[in-house]
Nanobody, 120 residues
Framework: QVQLVESGGGLVQAGGSLRLSCAAS????????MGWYRQAPKNQRDLIAT???????NYADSVKGRFTISRDNAKNTVYLQMNSLKPEDTAVYYC??????????????WGQGTQVTVSS
């Protein structure tokens, strides 16, 4: 059984910063790509940042230059540093990871989501 547990969400004023964390635990053989998605009310869940096992990163245009994704492979944890936050960044943020649990089993897992609210 694999779990992804997120933390770090909350309420912040526009222009402020937050750091999200997502720790994977359980029967993990290896972790490949990890990423962060977000979903605002009545919107679809959008991919905003990814990081490969080797550290290659990609960002959605909406967060490029403001958000930074990173990972600590020793801790099976992915982070999202969010700076210069805007009200339109308000959403539930989800982490996602491609995890191998055995030689023949690799699948994507989701965290439970953490609310980020940016006030104007």
């Amino acid at each position: 059984q694999v779990q992804l547990v997120e933390s770090g969400g909350g309420l912040v004023q526009a222009g402020g910063s937050l750091r999200l964390s997502c720790a994977a635990s359980g029967s993990i053989f290896s972790i490949n790509a990890m990423g962060w998605y977000r979903q605002a009310p009545k919107n679809q869940r959008d991919l905003i940042a990814t990081i490969s096992s080797g550290g290659t990163t990609n960002y959605a245009d909406s967060v490029k230059g403001r958000f930074t994704i990173s990972r600590d492979n020793a801790k099976n944890t992915v982070y999202l540093q969010m700076n210069s936050l805007k009200p339109e960044d308000t959403a539930v943020y989800y982490c996602n990871a491609n995890i191998r649990t055995t030689a023949s089993d690799m699948r994507y897992y989701w965290g439970q989501g953490t609310q980020v609210t940016v006030s104007s």
